[in-house]
C-alpha cells in the first residue's frame, strides 16, 4: 500500500511538472481572475470580476471593493500602471455606465484616460465621451497629495476626526498646492460633453487647454447652437478674446 502510495505521488508530480510547462488548449473556460506573470512570479497583467478587482503590490485592501471588471497593467515591480475597465447597469428611470483605457504615472493614477461616462435617471442625464490628460505629482510627493484630498473630500477619503474646512479655506489650500505641482489637476481635455442637469439640455464638444490650477485657458469648441466658439480666457475665467461668431443681441 506504502508503494503503491509513493507511485501515485511521483506520478502525480510528474504530471503537475509537465503541465506547467506545455501549451494547453481550452474551448471555453470560466474563472474569475488571470494573472500574467513573468517567470519569478512578478505580476504584469490582470484580467478580472468585480469581486477580484486588486491593484497589486500595495493595492491588495481594495480587492473586492467595485464594480468595475477589466484589465491591469503593472509595471517591472509588480504595481499597477493603468488599465481596461468598465461597468454598467440599469437604474430607475435610466442607465449608469461607464468604460475607460487608462494610463497612470509611477505609482500614481491615471495621467491618461480614454472614456466614455454615461449616467441618467428620470430626471437628469450626462453623457461624455472624450480624452483626458491629466498632470499629477510625482511619487515622492503622493502622500501630501492624498492627505489633502482628505480633507477635501472627508466623507469619502476621511473619517470622523477629520476635520471640515470651508470651501474658501480649501480652495486656497488647493490653489497653493496646485502652485507646487502636488496636486493632480486635468490640462487638456478632447472631447464631448452632453446631458441636462435640470437647466436645459448642454451640449459642447471640442478643445479645452487648461492652466496648472485645472482652469481653462483655450477653448475651441461646438455650442448647443451649433455655433463654432474659440475663447481666450484669463485666470479669473473672463473670455479676453472670444469667438467666431459674435453673439446676436
Do not use: C
Not at 81 to 107: C, E, H, P, T
Not at 150 to 156: A, V
Not at 174 to 185: F, P
Amino acid at each position: 500500500m506504502a508503494v503503491l502510495l509513493l507511485l501515485n505521488v511521483i506520478l502525480l508530480t510528474i504530471l503537475f511538472k509537465s503541465s506547467t510547462n506545455t501549451v494547453q488548449k481550452f474551448e471555453e473556460i470560466d474563472v474569475e481572475r488571470i494573472n500574467i506573470v513573468e517567470s519569478d512570479g512578478t505580476l504584469k497583467l490582470a484580467l478580472f470580476n468585480s469581486a477580484k478587482l486588486k491593484r497589486g503590490l500595495d493595492g491588495d485592501k481594495r480587492q473586492g471593493t467595485g464594480t468595475i471588471s477589466g484589465m491591469w497593467f503593472y509595471n517591472e515591480e509588480g504595481y499597477e500602471a493603468g488599465g481596461l475597465v468598465f461597468d454598467g447597469k440599469k437604474v430607475s428611470g435610466g442607465q449608469n455606465s461607464g468604460i475607460g483605457l487608462m494610463f497612470d504615472g509611477y505609482r500614481q493614477d491615471q495621467t491618461i484616460a480614454l472614456q466614455h461616462n454615461e449616467k441618467k435617471d428620470s430626471i437628469t442625464s450626462y453623457y461624455e465621451d472624450g480624452l483626458r490628460i491629466m498632470s499629477r505629482p510625482d511619487r515622492s510627493d503622493v502622500k501630501e497629495e492624498y492627505d489633502f484630498y482628505k480633507l477635501k473630500y472627508p466623507d469619502t477619503f476621511g473619517d470622523e476626526n477629520t476635520p471640515r474646512y470651508t470651501k474658501e479655506v480649501l480652495d486656497s489650500m488647493d490653489m497653493e498646492l496646485a502652485r507646487q505641482y502636488k496636486v493632480a489637476k486635468q490640462r487638456i481635455y478632447l472631447g464631448s460633453v452632453r446631458g441636462n442637469k435640470g437647466e436645459g439640455w448642454f451640449d459642447n464638444s471640442g478643445l479645452y487647454i487648461k492652466n496648472k490650477y485645472g482652469k481653462d485657458m483655450i477653448k475651441i469648441y461646438v455650442d448647443k447652437d451649433n455655433n463654432p466658439r474659440i475663447e481666450i480666457l484669463d485666470t479669473l475665467g473672463q473670455a479676453v478674446k472670444y469667438n467666431l461668431i459674435p453673439d446676436s443681441k
